[in-house]
């Protein structure tokens, strides 16, 4: 028997359908461990040693792949063709050594770019060793992402309570937002204006834009008011022209390569509204099958790569269904090679690709997301083996009689359509595509202006970065891999250091914060051509040119020491060079020209930036006496607005005020006052500056009945909860994407998201998943299970819970180890001793008449004691636990 393992259940089902009975494909669900979330799982006074965890949820799944691979002639690690692929099969081997499962079986690594029948026997063929070289890439990576947040993290946290690191590459991610920000802020508008007319020479009017005044050529400024436009214009319309020059130039535009995955991303953002990460979830699925007619078929190639080249037979197939379609005019003479231009370009792979042109996505039904997407693909790489666009440029210049003004018409004429005919690339900005078809005219000929016209303008800032842009220029500048950055751009939303407005990034306050901190005292950590560097660096590693502990002694020798140096720096001084760094944002310049940094509250204090408990703010020098204090960026006139309660109208159902006021734990909204109020925090994504009435009543009036479930009449009920939004039915929970679903979700999807909550075997807040059934206690016969908690592992026999040790894999726990664990737990207090329930029959000794009330209360004492005994661990658990907060890249 042959035994394969991929990452993924889509992909198993596909594969094993492919290889047939002598083989057995399963899946590890991804990375099957990782480094604890704890200080101390990389040692860098240990060269670099790292400590893994074997995730709570793949512990089940490993254990079934060891019980696969002991019988198996053949383990063929068949993961992902790229990075983390590589380090995903190493992993898995890691495991099953450890276990003893591997003994004689031959163990063999195999890749393929796509997942069809011919792609996949073929790579059964070219077996191969794992790629260490990878292996080490991707483990320097981590320990680098891991180091620099269990350093960095717990600086800022002492420095500025409330921020934390981005992560090493998010943090320059988020940098470029925040200097394109400064850009704009920075910004000075400045006016111009243009003059065109309509003229004609004898055939149909064209339009022609002044180029020439006053006998000098212009430049963009020079008509910089009305006046000077008004004049330009009455120029226009006081001479005589003719035409001086027609020029005709033929040119040529060429197709663009097949999509890598970050050219992927651009277009489907541009083209389709898609973020990263919901074009990689599509990506990802069109990679690993789709059902066509019954059979589960990988429709396109792999969807990370750097790589713009693609198969010879994809090119011939292209060739071929391009003549079919459209004509043998729009094949080529030759087939069209692309090469990689990317900074910093990772494992050579193909482009991303339909895995048969034959598939048109006209003749596949496949679900809105994927089809659009798919349609994408096979667009694009038709196009880009089709025959260039033929065009040709015209232009027209005029000159007045005295040679003192000038005009120039300009246009374009697509003589051949070639590859347009299926595909253009978008642009983020404005296209700036010259004009349409000019009318024939002759040099010499008179011309006369029928109309003319002045038109004001003025420049404008850069534009914030789309998801688009910003991954282009992230990756001009190198700065991470294709495969992370829908990732990046996720974890930078998620901690709310950017917003999204109009599907542009807009840095929020607290992200401005960590950038500012981070360029005043670790600049060289978030520099560009830094960050490049260390990819370059990762890149060599790779290719077996750098030994990957040395790349991480020579960083984090430095690193290190910055740390240090900055460790030692006092909060206030920290303080102030972040007042200097943030100044015109947090302390804009005032209208009458008083000092933006005076407190209006008692006129003799100076505004800093101030430090909480739940983050940073503007507070006076003079506290406690004034204890004037604001949001970062905000004006004195909206704190005063703010400061204090706000009330947003009344309940018209019970005539109460509904206020919205600022809580320790943030806002929230009160229904009327008294001793106990109604309550409810807004939820995330809820600022103050939008809240009103409705929105006031919406959130009081929580939770809402959606509906009674059809299978048993009970109801379900929507509300926002401690964990975020839900729908709850019969002790089941299931999450809903954002708040503002809760007061719209209907019954036919509240039921769906139920149904599969409970088909995830996680129905309700009830037991946690069972990892293994260990068999019954030897003391009372009672059962003891292997659990997922949400913080890890754990042993549970009755009341008592223990922790499965750090490293200790639950799957391969005996019933004796776990026996030793829950009385080494009871000894400490925890949970119930089965000792105590031997005392019982002792005190039913005594005769029933004599059994007394102090008898009785003496009997319950012992109970009464063994409550504070069994919560206090639980709560050194939590907050021990509370550190396994997410902190880095990937």
């Known amino acids: ?104 079986a031959e163990v063999q690594r195999v890749v393929f770019n796509a997942i069809t029948k011919s792609a996949v026997t073929e790579a059964m063929k070219h077996p191969r060793d794992i790629d260490m070289e990878l292996v080490e890439a991707y483990l320097a990576r981590r320990a680098l992402d891991y180091l620099v947040g269990f350093t960095l993290s717990p600086v800022l946290w002492r420095k500025l309570p409330g921020s934390r690191s981005a992560g090493r590459v998010q943090s320059v991610a988020l940098r470029l937002i925040v200097d394109r920000e400064l850009e704009i802020e920075r910004f000075k508008t400045q006016e111009y204006w243009s003059v065109e007319a309509d003229v004609s020479s004898g055939g149909d009017p064209f339009i022609a834009r002044m180029v020439k005044h006053e006998g000098k050529r212009l430049t963009k400024f020079d008509l910089g008011n009305e006046p000077a436009a008004m004049a330009a214009k009455a120029a226009v319309e006081g001479a005589t022209f003719k035409i001086s020059a027609v020029e005709k130039k033929p040119g040529k535009r060429s197709p663009a390569p097949p999509f890598t995955t970050s050219t992927l991303q651009q277009e489907a953002a541009r083209k389709l509204g898609f973020s990263a990460q919901r074009t990689m979830q599509a990506a990802q699925k069109l990679y690993e099958g789709v059902d066509i007619g019954g059979e589960t078929v990988g429709l396109i190639t792999y969807m990370r790569t750097d790589g713009v080249q693609a198969a010879p037979e994809a090119i011939d197939e292209a060739r071929q269904v391009i003549g079919g379609l459209y004509g043998k005019t729009y094949v080529p003479d030759a087939p069209r090679i692309y090469k990689t231009k990317a900074k910093n370009a990772q494992e050579a792979h193909e482009a991303i690709r339909p895995t048969s042109l034959a598939r048109n996505p006209g003749s596949l039904r496949l679900e809105s997301d994927l089809g659009r997407l798919y349609e994408l693909i096979w667009k694009r790489m038709i196009a880009s083996q089709m025959e260039s666009a033929r065009i040709e440029r015209t232009s027209i210049d005029l000159d007045s009689a005295d040679g003192k003004t000038g005009l120039r018409a300009t246009g374009q004429v697509v003589l051949f359509d070639g590859y347009l005919a299926v595909y253009e690339e978008g642009r983020d900005d404005a296209d700036d595509e010259e004009g349409g078809r000019l009318p024939q005219v002759k040099e010499g000929a008179d011309a006369r202006v029928i109309g003319s016209r002045a038109e004001q303008h003025f420049t404008e800032p850069p534009p914030r970065y789309s998801e688009a842009s910003l991954v282009k220029k992230m990756e001009e500048l190198g700065i991470g891999r294709p495969s992370t950055y829908a990732s990046i751009l996720t974890v930078l939303r998620d901690r709310a250091y950017v917003r999204m407005d109009k599907n542009r990034f807009v840095p929020e306050d607290k992200g401005r914060l960590v950038t500012a901190f981070l360029e005043q005292f670790f600049r060289r950590y978030v520099e560009y051509d830094f960050t490049a560097a260390l990819e370059e660096k990762l890149d060599l590693v790779s290719a077996g040119e750098l030994d990957w502990k040395a790349l991480l002694r020579e960083f984090w020798d430095q690193f290190h020491a910055s740390v ?209 059934d260990l068999g019954a206690h030897p003391t009372d016969g009672a059962p003891v299970k292997v659990l997922s908690g949400r913080y890890g592992p754990y042993i549970k026999h009755g009341s008592t819970n223990a922790n499965v040790p750090r490293g200790t894999d639950p799957a391969a726990l005996t019933l004796e180890e776990a026996v030793k664990l829950l009385a080494e737990r009871e000894a400490k207090g925890g949970g119930k001793k089965p000792a105590k329930k031997a005392a019982k029959p002792k005190a039913e000794k005594a005769p029933a008449a004599k059994k007394t009330t102090a008898k009785k209360a003496a009997e319950k004492k012992p109970a009464a004691k063994k409550a504070p005994a069994k919560k206090a661990p639980a709560k050194a658990k939590a907050a021990a636990d509370d550190s396994s907060a997410p902190w880095d890249d990937e």
């Open 1 to 104: 028997m042959n035994l394969v393992v991929v990452e993924s259940p889509a992909k198993a089902k596909t594969i094993n359908k492919y290889l047939g009975s002598g083989y057995t494909v399963l899946a590890s669900y991804g990375h099957v461990r990782d480094l604890p979330a704890k200080d101390g799982s990389v040692k860098p006074d240990e060269d670099f040693a790292m400590l893994w965890d074997v995730d709570a949820k793949a512990a089940k799944r490993l254990s079934d792949i060891a019980e696969a691979a002991k019988g198996a002639e053949r383990i063929i690690l068949a993961t992902d063709p790229d990075r983390e692929g590589e380090a995903i099969s190493w992993h898995v081997l890691e495991v099953l050594q450890k276990k003893r499962a591997v003994k004689g």
């Open 564 to 772: 240090g140096e900055i460790a030692e720096l006092r909060v206030t001084n920290v303080l102030e060079a972040l007042n200097e760094a943030l100044g015109p944002h947090i302390f804009p310049d005032k209208e009458d020209g008083s000092d933006p940094r005076g407190c209006p509250t008692c006129g003799a204090g100076r505004l800093s930036l101030k430090t909480g408990k739940f983050g940073a703010f503007i507070g006076c020098s003079n506290y406690p006496e004034c204890r004037y204090t604001r949001p970062l960026a905000q004006s004195d006139d909206d704190a005063e607005a703010q400061n204090g309660d706000r009330e947003l109208g009344v309940d018209p159902e019970t005539g109460e005020t509904v206020f919205l006021k600022a809580g320790r734990f943030g806002p929230y909204v009160q229904l009327g006052e008294g001793d106990k109020p109604k309550r409810s925090s807004l939820p995330k994504g809820w600022t103050p500056a939008i809240m009103d009435l409705e929105k006031g009543l919406r959130l009081l009036r929580l939770p809402r009945e959606v509906g009674k479930h059809p299978e048993d009449g009970q109801p379900i009920t929507a509300g926002i909860g401690r964990f975020g939004p839900f729908v709850l039915h019969a002790g089941t929970y299931a999450n809903l994407p954002n708040a503002d679903e809760v007061f719209e979700v209907g019954l036919n999807r509240a039921v769906t998201l139920l149904a599969e909550k409970r088909a995830g075997g996680r129905g309700g807040r009830g037991e946690a998943a069972a990892l293994k």
